[in-house]
C-alpha cells in the first residue's frame, strides 16, 4: 500500500508559489489580448465588406478546430523557422493561448451583438447615429450583459489552459510541479497539492459565473 507524505510538499511551498504567480500573470495576459482580439474579430465578422468577415471567419475556424497544444508548439519550434524571428516560450505561449481564446472570445462576442433586437439598432438611425455610434453606445452595453457569462466561462478555461505552456518549460505551476516531483521523486503528492490548487483558485470563479446565469435569466 503506498504510503502518502505531503509533509515534503511543505519544501516546495516557494517553488509552487512562483509558479502560481507566473500561472496568474499569463491568466491575466492572455485574457486581457484575448478579449481585444476576440473583439476585433467578432466586430469584423460582422463587417458588411466581405472579405474582412470571410478573413476574421478564418482565423476563427483554424484557432477554434485546431488543438491548443499544437498551436503552442507551432509558434514555439516553428513560427521562428518559417519567419526567422525568435521568441521566448513565453513569448510563444502568449501569443499561442490569446490567439487561441480570442476566436472563442470573437464567437462570444458576435453571437451577443446579433442577440440584440434589430429595433435597437433602427432606434439609433432614427437619432441620427452612424453605425459605430450605434455599435458603442447602444448595441454593445445591451450586448455586453449577456456576454459576462460565457466570456467568464471562458476565462476560466484559459486559466487551465496555461498548464499547457509546461511543455515548452516556462515555470508556471504544473511545470514547477513537475520540478518538486522530480527532485523528490514523490509525484502523487505532488500533483495532488496542484491538482487542489488549481480547484480552491478556479471554484470561486464558477460559483460566481453560475449566479451570474441565473441573475441574467432572472431579468431576462
Not at 508548439?73 to 505561449?93: D, H, K
Not at 432614427?126 to 467568464?152: D, F, N, T
Request: proline share 5%.
Amino acid at each position: 500500500m503506498y504510503h502518502w507524505d505531503f509533509g515534503l510538499v511543505w519544501s516546495y511551498r516557494w517553488l509552487l508559489l512562483d509558479g502560481l504567480g507566473v500561472t496568474v500573470a499569463f491568466t491575466i495576459a492572455i485574457v486581457v489580448l484575448g478579449l481585444a482580439i476576440g473583439l476585433l474579430a467578432g466586430l469584423a465578422k460582422l463587417s458588411p465588406f466581405r472579405p474582412v468577415g470571410w478573413l476574421a471567419s478564418a482565423y476563427i475556424e483554424v484557432f477554434r478546430c485546431t488543438p491548443v497544444l499544437v498551436q503552442l508548439i507551432w509558434f514555439y519550434y516553428a513560427m521562428p523557422i518559417l519567419t526567422g524571428i525568435e521568441m521566448s516560450a513565453f513569448t510563444a505561449g502568449i501569443l499561442a493561448l490569446s490567439l487561441y481564446g480570442g476566436s472563442f472570445y470573437a464567437e462570444i462576442i458576435r453571437g451577443g451583438i446579433v442577440s440584440i433586437d434589430r429595433g435597437q439598432t433602427e432606434a439609433g438611425e432614427a437619432l441620427g447615429m452612424v453605425p459605430s455610434q450605434i455599435m458603442r453606445r447602444v448595441v454593445l452595453p445591451q450586448a455586453l450583459k449577456r456576454m459576462v457569462p460565457p466570456l467568464m466561462n471562458q476565462s476560466i478555461i484559459q486559466f487551465k489552459n496555461t498548464s499547457l505552456v509546461s511543455v515548452l518549460a516556462v515555470p508556471d505551476l504544473l511545470y514547477q510541479g513537475q520540478v518538486a516531483a522530480h527532485d523528490s521523486y514523490r509525484p502523487l503528492e505532488l500533483y495532488t497539492v496542484i491538482a487542489i490548487i488549481y480547484f480552491l483558485a478556479l471554484f470561486p470563479l464558477t460559483v460566481l459565473v453560475r449566479r451570474g446565469e441565473a441573475r441574467l435569466a432572472v431579468t431576462d
